[in-house]
């Protein structure tokens, strides 16, 4: 049967001893492929100072958007105003649900999880139907932010 589980493993035969990221297995044609080094995984998209100097920033615009208004300054406040708006926006970017701080490499985190349920469905499939594959693989795959296979010797022909 095909799946993007087997589509995966096929790639990885075809490339052993090879670290493939997984958004590469998701996108294999390329295009908009996000990938995160390992080490970006726990960072916030903006940290505390960075929050904090925006916040200070917001508080300067909102003095200076009422200064052009009561000068008829139209122009210089609706700049000031889309300032406002594009710093509102990045933060609202780097927040996630309930506000949280959203995390940088949250993309690969996403990649990791979805290849490697891809993968696990397709060997629980091949279970049933070649128990020796699916235990072969199972040994000389690896998944991860990468997945690998690492052949212990025997040689495929895709």
Same mark, same amino acid.
């Given at each position: 049967?095909?799946?993007?589980?087997? *589509?995966?493993?096929?790639?990885?035969?075809? *490339?052993?001893?090879?670290?493939?990221?997984?958004?590469?297995?998701?996108?294999?044609?390329?295009?908009?492929?996000?990938?995160?080094?390992?080490?970006?995984?726990?960072?916030?998209?903006?940290?505390?100072?960075?929050?904090?100097?925006?916040?200070?920033?917001?508080?300067?615009?909102?003095?200076?958007?009422?200064?052009?208004?009561?000068?008829?300054?139209?122009?210089?406040?609706?700049?000031?105003?889309?300032?406002?708006?594009?710093?509102?926006?990045?933060?609202?970017?780097?927040?996630?649900?309930?506000?949280?701080?959203?995390?940088?490499?949250?993309?690969?985190?996403?990649? *990791?999880?979805?290849?490697?349920?891809?993968?696990?469905?397709?060997?629980?499939?091949?279970?049933?139907?070649?128990?020796?594959?699916?235990?072969?693989?199972?040994?000389?795959?690896?998944?991860?932010?990468?997945?690998?296979?690492?052949?212990?010797?025997?040689?495929?022909?895709?």
């Amino acid at each position: 049967p095909d799946a993007k589980g087997l *589509r995966d493993l096929h790639t990885l035969l075809s *490339r052993p001893g090879t670290d493939i990221p997984c958004a590469v297995l998701l996108n294999p044609a390329g295009g908009d492929v996000v990938v995160a080094a390992r080490s970006m995984g726990g960072d916030p998209v903006l940290d505390e100072e960075a929050k904090a100097r925006y916040r200070r920033r917001l508080d300067r615009l909102d003095t200076e958007i009422d200064r052009a208004a009561a000068a008829g300054d139209d122009a210089r406040a609706a700049a000031y105003d889309r300032e406002r708006a594009a710093l509102l926006e990045e933060l609202r970017a780097a927040a996630g649900l309930a506000g949280r701080d959203r995390r940088l490499g949250d993309e690969a985190e996403r990649a *990791r999880k979805t290849v490697t349920a891809r993968i696990r469905d397709s060997l629980r499939k091949l279970d049933r139907l070649h128990p020796p594959l699916a235990a072969h693989l199972r040994a000389t795959v690896t998944t991860g932010v990468a997945c690998c296979y690492t052949p212990d010797g025997t040689v495929w022909r895709l």
